[in-house]
């Protein structure tokens, strides 16, 4: 009997990649371990020093992370990287008790567009939380099982959750639609420099990556938001330093490298020029005033400390 054959129906949707996109991520990183962390009552841990590089991600609950003098607020969603060699403590707190995923690894050629210039850094995770905490689980999993090759699959989940963070919070080239509307353009500009103002930019540097020239950058965004851009810059900068200075005792030399000064003197001129007065001042001032609130929660003891200069 003849048999008429069925005809194979089906889509395939086939993506190339192009050989200018297949750049190798050379992270120079290796990781010393990886652990997982829950605290079951309130309580802090002792200062201590850790010869390698740290990620802290917080999966669940609420902390504080004592780094040095000063205490640093995290929850669940939150990144911490720590360079080598930093005094720190963990702090969990009763209500919401923090639980955490730590990485240790060895200095990376990419943590220098991470951290720079700080000695730690919070980055606080939206869109790709889920994604960076699917690297750290299936991590967990290869050490606990530990089949064949564990360590190689780790390390290459380790790499690629370094390209996502570099890719979220690093320097990346901002593509400006030509054909775009004014107010498109403009936004673009806002967002790229709301993401990287602490970093040492310039009118220049803001040209470059938005791949445009300086005097189209600063003509559409001042036609748009009323401000230069780097008016806009400066004014995110000193903000980051009034809170910085309100709610922590990091010395002023410090918070000015933190906010992208790269001079002291010139971040006690701009402080001065737009508050009236010098970093310390404001310090004193808002300081003072918060400890004659009634109603506000003292500092812990250890973060009160002298501001030098």
């Known amino acids: ?11 395939t949707r086939r993506y190339d990649f192009k050989k200018q996109d297949l750049q190798t991520h050379e992270c120079g990183a290796t990781l010393e371990y990886i652990s997982s962390t829950k605290y079951k009552e309130e309580g802090s841990g002792l200062l201590h020093t850790h010869p390698f590089t740290e990620l802290f991600y917080v999966t ?22 720590l360079r080598s060699n930093v005094a720190h403590a963990e702090v969990s707190l ?3 008790p923090m639980e955490c995923i730590v990485l240790g690894f060895s200095a990376a050629n990419a943590l220098p567009d991470l951290l720079t210039p700080n000695v730690f850094r919070v980055l606080h995770l939206d869109s ?9 689980s299936l991590m967990l999993q290869e050490v606990t099982k530990r089949r064949p090759r564990y360590a190689e699959v780790c390390q290459h989940l ?10 979220e919070f ?26 990287h103002y602490l970093e040492n930019i310039t009118l220049e540097s803001l040209a470059q990556q938005a791949q445009v020239s300086k005097y189209y950058l600063a003509h559409t965004f001042e036609q748009y938001y009323k401000i230069s851009p780097m008016q806009y810059v400066q004014s995110l900068r000193l903000n980051e330093a009034k809170t910085l200075l309100r709610t922590t005792n990091i010395p002023t030399r410090r918070i000015a490298s933190i906010v ?28 003072e005033g918060f400890q004659k609130d009634e109603h506000a929660a ?4 250890e973060s009160i400390g002298t501001d030098n200069e």
């Open 1 to 11: 009997a003849y048999r008429r054959k069925a005809r194979l129906v089906m889509t």
């Open 128 to 136: 790709s939380a889920n994604q960076i905490q699917s690297y750290l």
């Open 298 to 301: 003292p500092l812990p003891e």
């Open 94 to 96: 009763a209500a919401n």
């Open 260 to 287: 992208g000064y790269s001079t002291h003197g010139y971040f006690n001129q701009r402080f001065v020029k737009f508050e009236g007065m010098t970093p310390t001042e404001y310090r004193n001032m808002m300081q």
């Open 60 to 81: 669940k609950g609420k902390g504080q992370y004592q780094i040095e003098h000063t205490y640093y607020s995290v929850e669940a969603g939150d990144l911490l990287l």
């Open 158 to 167: 380790f790499e690629a959750l370094l390209i996502q963070l570099i890719r």
């Open 170 to 195: 690093s320097p990346i080239l901002l593509p400006i639609d030509k054909d775009a509307p004014l107010s498109k353009k403009a936004e673009q500009i806002k967002e790229f420099i709301e993401k």
